[in-house]
């Protein structure tokens, strides 16, 4: 049975920083491409950044480029999302998610999903 599990939500300030991380049992986490998506209330899930398997290739959505960093742990089978200079708009129900071998930025091609982080970012 696949897991995965969030932790690092909370309320920050606009400008201030926080850590997401992602701990994943259950699969052969260095097979899994991993990734963060997002959901404000009233919008879409949409795409943040990923991580390819061997954390050599990363890709993040413009909305969050130069601001949040992505990393792996394929040791400890963790991914962290690393957020820095936080917008209000950034305020969101933060999931982990994990597809088979290739990095894909769409919803619907991820096959596990975490639980969700809730991230505040007031103004």
């Known amino acids: 049975q696949v897991t995965l599990v969030e932790s690092g939500g909370g309320l920050v300030q606009a400008g201030g920083s926080l850590a997401l991380s992602c701990a994943a049992s259950g699969l052969t986490f260095n097979n899994y491409a991993m990734a963060w998506f997002r959901q404000a209330p009233g919008k879409v899930r949409e795409f943040v950044a990923v991580?390819?398997?061997?954390?050599?290739?990363?890709y993040d959505a413009d909305s969050v480029k130069g601001r949040f960093t992505i990393s792996r742990d394929n040791a400890k089978n963790t991914v962290t999302l690393q957020m820095s200079s936080l917008k209000p708009e950034d305020t969101a129900v933060y999931y982990c998610?994990?597809?088979?071998?290739?990095?894909?930025?769409?919803?619907?091609?991820?096959?596990?999903w975490g639980q969700g982080t809730q991230v505040t970012v007031s103004s």
């Open positions: 998610a994990a597809r088979p071998s290739i990095a894909f930025r769409a919803v619907s091609l991820y096959n596990y």
């Open positions: 991580i390819s398997t061997s954390g050599a290739a990363t």
